[in-house]
């Protein structure tokens, strides 16, 4: 059974830093070929992308998070992460990790709180 977890969230004031993580266990059949992304959901709104990573290491943004947040990943420990500074209210949201390929999967999620 794949599971990913994610940590990281929590509560910071509005100029501030987290970094997030999400790490897979499990059995994943080619994992290092597949990409991971970081997606969010703020109340009342829909799921939207914030960051991309493919497999080669090609990185895609939301506009809002541009030159703001950071994705990267180790394939030796099965993880992605999202590095995200300068952070605003607008950035609050639970955020979810996702890792596809020919299958796909979600975190739970963790919520991010941005607020002073």
């Known amino acids: 059974q794949v599971q990913l977890v994610e940590s990281g969230g929590g509560l910071v004031q509005p100029g501030g830093s987290l970094r997030l993580s999400c790490a897979a266990s499990?059995?994943?059949?080619?994992?290092?070929?597949?990409?991971w992304g970081w997606y969010r959901q703020a109340p009342g709104k829909q799921r939207e992308m914030v960051a991309t990573i493919t497999s080669g290491g090609s990185t895609n943004y939301a506009e809002s998070v541009k030159g703001r947040f950071t994705i990267s990943r180790d394939n030796g420990k099965k993880s992605v992460y999202l590095q995200m500074n300068s952070l605003i209210p607008e950035d609050t949201a639970v955020y979810y990790c996702?890792?596809?390929?020919?299958?796909?999967?979600w975190g739970q999620g963790t919520q991010v709180t941005v607020s002073s």
């Open positions: 996702k890792l596809w390929g020919t299958s796909e999967y």
């Open positions: 499990g059995s994943i059949f080619g994992i290092y070929v597949m990409d």
